[in-house]
């Protein structure tokens, strides 16, 4: 999305690469805190339910993005990828954790 709306052929590669850092830094963000705070918090289920649910409200709101409001599109995107991140972490972890407890 952020290809069609804010780049063109003519953009330079420094554009593009810029308009690439909120969803990866939303995503690296979203991990890193789930893996600082996601043992202190718990409640596993839960938080993996509030996470994909809030990952999917970003994703339906990015319906509201238009070429000219850059900013809720960016926001909207770093807000998606820092849930997601956070989902997709907690997932390897809660996998990696049944393994475990499967293989005692």
């Not at 599109?73 to 997932?91: D, H, R, S």
Request: glycine share 8%; proline share 3%.
């Amino acid at each position: 999305m952020i290809a069609v709306f804010y780049t063109t052929p003519e953009s330079s590669i420094n554009d593009a690469i810029i308009l690439t850092l909120p969803s990866n830094i939303g995503l690296v963000a979203g991990a890193l805190i789930f893996a600082v705070a996601g043992h202190r918090i718990g409640h596993w289920k839960i938080t993996l339910i509030v996470s994909f649910t809030l990952a999917v409200v970003f994703g339906g709101l990015m319906a509201l993005v238009t070429p000219t409001n850059k900013g809720l599109m960016t926001a909207l995107i770093f807000l998606m990828q820092f849930t997601f991140g956070w989902a997709q972490y907690e997932v390897s972890v809660e996998c990696i954790r049944r393994k475990g407890n499967e293989e005692r």
